[in-house]
T-cell receptor
Framework: AQSVTQLGSHVSVSEGALVLLRCNYS??????LFWYVQYPNQGLQLLLKYTSAATLVKGINGFEAEFKKSETSFHLTKPSAHMSDAAEYFC?????????????FGSGTKLNVKP | DSGVTQTPKHLITATGQRVTLRCSPR?????VYWYQQSLDQGLQFLIQ???????AKGNILERFSAQQFPDLHSELNLSSLELGDSALYFCASSVKPGGAEAFFGQGTRLTVV
């Protein structure tokens, strides 16, 4: 079975500061991992995905995430926050190699960026 | 724009009623998923279809049903609606049945009064 835990339902950073959003996963099989972003009244937009290639994954808008199997983590980072990064971020896991795609989402982290 | 189209965007209906939510996947995507997002439950996977066949089921109530048609669009039917069914319902699509990223529509906000 797969599950995701996102530590911190709210994170607040200053503009220009490092963004770190934490995600730990549990999976009984090799996982595929994803980060999605949701802006108010919008759907979820894919930021990046890990599918067993490089452990450091670069996504859109300057975000990246590192897959650490030993720590079962897939934390999302951005070196310098921008006001437009304020949104809710979701980490998700699905079972790699399956012929179905059951995404398990974390509870989300709302990122607030202060001027 | 993800390429996934959901209609309607908003729906207000009374308890006990039945509604149908519609989803058109991205061009070329064969797999469709339905999710429910509510404040207390977060994002919950409901059901997945691939090329017209049900592939995976999540926490979908018996009052809810879905199908994917030959043209690959999908409908989610919600019946005997309760106040607690008020939520944002998302459709997503992907190319492959497993292991691929999903692209989400803008959602249908259902309010049951």
């Amino acid at each position: 079975a797969q599950s995701v835990t996102q530590l911190g339902s709210h994170v607040s950073v200053s503009e220009g500061a490092l963004v770190l959003l934490r995600c730990n996963y549990s999976s009984s099989v090799p996982p595929y991992l994803f980060w999605y972003v949701q802006y108010p009244n919008q759907g979820l937009q894919l930021l990046l995905k890990y599918t067993s290639a490089a452990t450091l994954v670069k996504g859109i808008n300057g975000f990246e995430a590192e897959f650490k199997k030993s720590e079962t983590s897939f934390h999302l980072t951005k070196p310098s926050a921008h006001m437009s990064d304020a949104a809710e971020y979701f980490c998700a896991v699905s079972a790699a190699g399956a012929n179905f795609n059951k995404f398990y989402f974390g509870s989300g982290t709302k990122l607030n960026v202060k001027p | 724009d993800s390429g996934v189209t959901q209609t309607p965007k908003h729906l207000i209906t009374a308890t006990g009623q039945r509604v149908t939510l519609r989803c058109s996947p991205r061009s070329g995507d064969l797999s469709v998923y339905w999710y429910q997002q509510s404040l207390d439950q977060g994002l919950q996977f409901l059901i997945q279809y691939y090329n017209g066949e049900e592939r995976a089921k999540g926490n979908i109530l018996e009052r809810f049903s879905a199908q994917q048609f030959p043209d690959l669009h999908s409908e989610l039917n919600l019946s005997s609606l309760e106040l607690g069914d008020s939520a944002l319902y998302f459709c997503a699509s992907s190319v492959k049945p497993g292991g691929a990223e999903a692209f989400f529509g803008q959602g249908t906000r259902l309010t049951v009064v």
